[in-house]
């Protein structure tokens, strides 16, 4: 059975298309590798958990780095919560506390 990546919300999609080119390119690609291939075909270190359900993907692209937190759901799907541009060495505690509230809303 596959994997399915979906968007939490118009909110998300929104926080996607706003990451820098490049990395909003690489967010499609993890995304095309893990509906086709799982988790195990990603780069090594692209993937992190956080705590609890919370993991993040990991990109890096010439303007920085990016962050796409999400959970994994029943039924093999993984839900994005959370796209945005990191700007300091640790994932600040208001994108997680974002990311908490929207996986509460997730079935």
């Known amino acids: 059975m596959r994997w399915t990546v979906e968007i939490f919300s ?7 298309a706003a990451l820098p080119r490049d ?5 499609a690609r993890f995304v095309n590798v893990i509906q086709e291939f799982g ?6 270190d692209s993937v992190k958990h956080l705590e609890g359900k919370l993991w ?18 029943s039924g093999r799907r993984v839900v994005i919560l ?9 994932t600040p505690a208001r994108e997680l506390d974002i ?9």
């Open 10 to 16: 118009a909110t998300v999609a929104a926080e996607i």
């Open 23 to 27: 990395m909003g390119t690489r967010l």
């Open 39 to 44: 988790f195990e075909a990603l780069p090594r």
């Open 56 to 73: 993040e993907l990991r990109m890096t692209g010439r303007d920085g780095i990016s962050r796409a937190i999400y959970v994994t759901a």
């Open 82 to 90: 959370r796209a945005f541009v990191k700007k300091t060495q640790q």
């Open 99 to 107: 990311a908490r509230q929207r996986a509460k809303e997730v079935r």
